[in-house]
């Protein structure tokens, strides 16, 4: 499952946003980008030695522990702050 778009926010800060996962109406996760293994700084310019990154490139880092497996039916909706919410049932 890969909650992306209908389009990508620009000019945030992406070292403290707060992401919130809900699979059928119940939070299963509450987090901030600051709580990540690693800084988006980081992230950004270790995949930059491996390749040229371009506008509109995403830098995928995984999710927080709680979500657990979907199934069929399931509706999954992620809550990004400063951006809103994508919701997408799972087939």
């Not at 909650?3 to 800060?13: K, S």
Request: glycine fraction near 12%; proline fraction near 11%; charge should be negative.
């Amino acid at each position: 499952f890969a909650p992306l778009g209908p389009c990508i926010a620009v000019g945030l800060d992406p070292s403290a946003l707060e992401i919130e996962g809900w699979v059928n109406g119940e939070r299963r996760h509450h987090s901030n980008t600051r709580e990540l293994i690693f800084p988006v700084p980081y992230l950004v310019e270790h995949v930059s030695r491996f390749m040229t990154l371009q506008p509109g490139d995403v830098i995928t880092t995984g999710t927080p522990s709680g979500v657990g497996p979907l199934v069929p039916g399931d509706r999954m909706m992620v809550k990004l702050e400063g951006v809103g919410s994508l919701s997408n049932p799972c087939r």
